[in-house]
């Protein structure tokens, strides 16, 4: 056996004294990194082997603003079994005079071909669907017989519809993939919604979605369903046919699983950085107590080289076991989030034990290990044995094999997050801002004890005394303030992003954004529509409470005369040109036009179309005030020139359509109207019941029901996300430990000769409590100012929200960083004043 291997194994038989903060700094964040990764992989894994289910079939086909045509129905019953359904918005009003909105769905006969529909109050959908007298059969979410009072067998009315509740529709297969609804779901026949009018052309919101089981593939069905989509859009390649496959199931759920578990992931490596100096510490206070062992060794002729490769051993084994402790915990959390929330989440999940995941965590948690802990090997290497008998240890440190190495795993960690990371480029920028994060603040904590040292003559008694410490060698400011710095920051960065979006969505939103908004108005029944709306309001209608415009949708189809072409523009920015989009006929300037380029037409403009369009939109072909497009509406091809470029405030009170043509553009279309309101509860109640008489067709929307459904789905999201960064901090409190226990020994020596020479118990608690909360302060107001500066621009910038600050939080930050550093200081002054003076100062 090689000797240093004999060496290194004779020391591990002491245990792992010395190494508990070492493990735990280690072991915190693989285990955060590990969970986060195998979290994401079950609701993967979940969303992979339910893909048919989730989709409704092999192949999805659906279309806008249409129908399918013969020719399609056709070619989509060749590949296999099909079934065909479409939806409408329509308000459902019980016989109490309750009204609310529903998302009303028609499927034709054979649905679903995967999966099953959950129900509850009968068994199949045959009865579900079976009509009384004119009543169709229909399924209602729970929600909406709660909120209209119904029960089983009551009828409701649905538009001008009557449907009889035969029972609750617990859940559908394809319900993930279809997305985001405005009201409670209710399930009937397709033919109902054809025979009862609300599929007949111009309605909003309309189109028709196929679904397909193709047939197995020995008996001529395909293996696959990507070529088929190719097939069918080569077949069809100017019906807009949006195909998806049971591989692209939930595309977008999976792509938020992503970024989620690259964030939570990102704080768990952010942990590891935070708990890095508690690593090296650690080491540094372990080859502290070993300085005999060294000493002796080199006295003997053992080269440097013997001198690392004893404790690189060491230090290997012991890090290999904190991974290993991370691993298993990491593995087991989601684990038992699936035994305690399995029939909670709404996205289906295979909790098990998953093998990448937790080999990046451990990868993470290696190079983490190398990077921090080879620093005090090659120090004490590089030692002379004079200065080891000294006792000390603190040798200049030279650029060698071990800071080689170092470096390189430094770089393996910023590499593999970033090889790792839905965007590289964001993930750069994080780890950057991270760095730069831990540097200055590590300039902070010695520039704090340079501060202390200039201060503390000034003061006098325990304070002098604490602030003496503070800018000592061994001060707390410089090794742990940068990782309590670090964990402070990522914490109040997400409380402040927290606080800032919740304020957003329940403060700011309700007073800026509409209450209402009312859709499906008849063009030729404005005025009578408007003067029931006052009427049930009590109060007039301005342009400050209500809006009421045409409503079309719309492609741009041409640019500068030239077919628009994909390739040209980015992916995030083809929404203007890929699908329809809202657009409106406007005469007079509005209010909220936020106009930025151009100038709009006078009220009785009546020349060339004109079209005034969002600022965004004209950005993806770089569309310019005089140029010309050409907008495919109604079926026909209508050519326009931009006449002014604005900014869209998509949340708030005011026209928010991506186009705006000139009305005569449009003259001659039957256009129904949509229209936004602001009003109280009172008003919005008696609004709703005014319009069920006078208007039963018109759908209401509460903005206000969805903005509180946003803000309780996003306070739990939120919550998840803070706990998460918790850990950070939590790593920073592992480092201030392993620095109180590193100096315990001095500690002891220090309180002993302060007891000797007359200092009270309190004296002595009190020096330590001003050392330590210096640290805490000096930490987290460092902590929140850089939460605050990676906040901001997350706020402003990318949400484009209104910036709000929880004070609360803040100080409750700063007041936990601080307090918290106080009371270790003060643990370790009574570990170090429960021990007799006269020991201690005999002791070598």
């Excluded at 949340?651 to 359509?657: D, Q, V, Y």
Aim: hydrophobic fraction near 55%; proline fraction near 5%; aromatic fraction near 6%.
């Amino acid at each position: 056996m090689p000797l240093a291997l004999r060496f290194a194994l004779r020391e591990l038989r002491s245990g792992v004294a010395g190494f508990r903060i070492f493990l735990a700094c280690l072991a915190l964040g693989v285990a955060a990194i590990a969970a986060a990764g195998s979290t994401a992989e079950a609701f993967r894994a979940g969303l992979a082997a339910q893909g048919r289910e989730l989709l409704g079939g092999d192949l999805r086909i659906s279309v806008e603003d249409r129908r399918f045509t013969p020719a399609e129905r056709a070619a989509f019953q060749k590949l296999g079994a099909t079934v065909f359904s479409a939806g409408s918005r329509a308000m459902a009003q019980a016989q109490s005079g309750e009204r609310r909105l529903v998302e009303l769905r028609g499927v034709s006969p054979g649905y679903p071909l995967a999966g099953k529909v959950s129900l509850a109050g009968v068994k199949t959908l045959d009865e579900a669907f079976k009509p009384d007298g004119a009543a169709a059969g229909a399924a209602v979410e729970q929600t909406l017989i709660d909120r209209l009072g119904l029960k089983l067998g009551d009828h409701i009315v649905i538009g001008n519809s009557p449907f009889v509740v035969r029972a609750v529709l617990v859940s559908e297969p394809d319900r993930l993939s279809r997305g985001f609804a405005l009201g409670a779901r209710v399930l009937t026949r397709l033919s109902t919604l054809e025979t009862d009018g609300f599929l007949q052309p111009g309605l909003p919101d309309q189109g028709e979605t196929a679904r397909i089981a193709f047939a197995p593939p020995g008996v001529g069905g395909p293996s696959a369903p990507d070529p088929v989509a190719k097939a069918l859009t080569r077949q069809f390649p100017k019906a807009g046919l949006q195909i998806r496959g049971r591989d692209e199931a939930a595309a977008g759920i999976k792509n938020l699983i992503r970024q989620l578990e690259y964030f939570l992931g990102f704080i768990g490596l952010a942990s590891l950085v935070a708990g890095g100096l508690g690593v090296a510490g650690a080491v540094s206070a372990y080859l502290e107590a070993r300085k005999p062992s060294i000493a002796v060794l080199k006295a003997l002729g053992a080269e440097g080289g013997l001198i690392r490769d004893v404790y690189l051993i060491q230090i290997a084994v012991l890090a290999a076991l904190g991974v290993g402790i991370g691993l298993i915990i990491g593995a087991a959390a989601p684990l038992a989030l699936g035994e305690i929330a399995r029939n909670q989440l709404p996205i289906p999940a295979l909790f098990a034990v998953y093998p990448w995941p937790l080999a990046k965590a451990a990868l993470f948690g290696l190079l983490a290990a190398a990077a921090f802990s080879l620093a005090p090997l090659a120090r004490a290497r590089a030692t002379p044995p004079a200065a080891l008998f000294r006792r000390d240890l603190t040798g200049r440190l030279r650029f060698g094999p071990e800071i080689a190495v170092s470096v390189l795993a430094f770089l393996g960690l910023a590499g593999l997050a970033i090889v790792t990371a839905p965007t590289p480029v964001a993930a750069a920028i994080m780890i950057a801002g991270v760095a730069f994060a831990f540097v200055l603040l590590w300039a902070l904590g010695w520039g704090a004890a340079l501060g202390a040292a200039k201060v503390r003559l000034l003061a006098r008694g325990s304070i002098r005394i604490g602030l003496a410490n503070l800018a000592g060698p061994r001060s707390a400011a410089k090794t742990a303030s940068p990782a309590i710095g670090l964990g402070v920051a990522l914490l109040s960065a997400v409380v402040l992003i927290q606080s800032s979006l919740l304020a957003q969505v329940s403060q700011v939103a309700p007073k800026t954004a509409p209450a209402m908004v009312f859709t499906d108005i008849p063009g030729d029944q404005v005025q009578a529509f408007d003067a029931v709306v006052r009427q049930a309001f009590g109060q007039p209608l301005t342009s400050k409470n209500y809006l009421r415009a045409p409503f079309a949708t719309g492609r741009i189809v041409k640019v500068r005369g030239q077919a628009v072409n994909l390739d040209k523009i980015k992916d995030s920015e083809r929404w203007a040109y890929d699908n329809d989009i809202a657009l409106s006929a406007i005469g007079p300037e509005p209010s909220e036009a936020n106009i930025v380029e151009g100038r709009w037409w006078s009220a009785d403009y009546a020349g060339p179309p004109l079209v005034a369009m969002e600022v965004q939109a004209a950005k993806g072909a770089n569309l310019k005030v005089g140029d010309a497009i050409t907008v495919s509406i109604l079926g026909r091809e209508i050519d326009a020139h931009v006449a002014a470029l604005r900014k869209v405030d998509w949340g708030g009170f005011g026209p928010t359509f991506a186009l705006i043509v000139n009305p005569a553009a449009l003259a001659g279309a039957d256009l129904r109207n949509v229209a936004i309101a602001k009003t109280g509860k009172a008003g919005e109640a008696a609004v709703t019941r005014a319009l069920g008489r006078d208007f039963p067709t018109v759908n209401v929307i509460s903005v206000r029901e969805q903005l509180e459904a946003a803000t309780d789905m996003f306070a739990r999201l939120a919550l998840a996300v803070r706990g998460a960064a918790g850990v950070a901090a939590l790593a920073g409190l592992l480092v201030l430990a392993g620095a109180i226990a590193a100096g315990a020994r001095a500690r002891a020596r220090e309180a002993a000769t302060l007891k000797v020479l007359g200092a009270s118990r309190g004296q002595v608690l009190m020096a330590y409590g001003v050392e330590y909360g210096a640290v805490g302060l000096i930490a987290g107001v460092a902590g929140v100012a850089l939460g605050y500066a990676a906040a901001w621009p997350v706020v402003v910038k990318v949400f484009e929200a209104q910036w709000s600050v929880d004070w609360g939080g803040v100080a409750a930050l700063v007041g936990g960083a601080s307090g918290l550093a106080a009371l270790g200081g003060l643990l370790a002054a009574l570990q170090a004043l429960s021990r007799r003076p006269a020991p201690v100062l005999r002791a070598e």
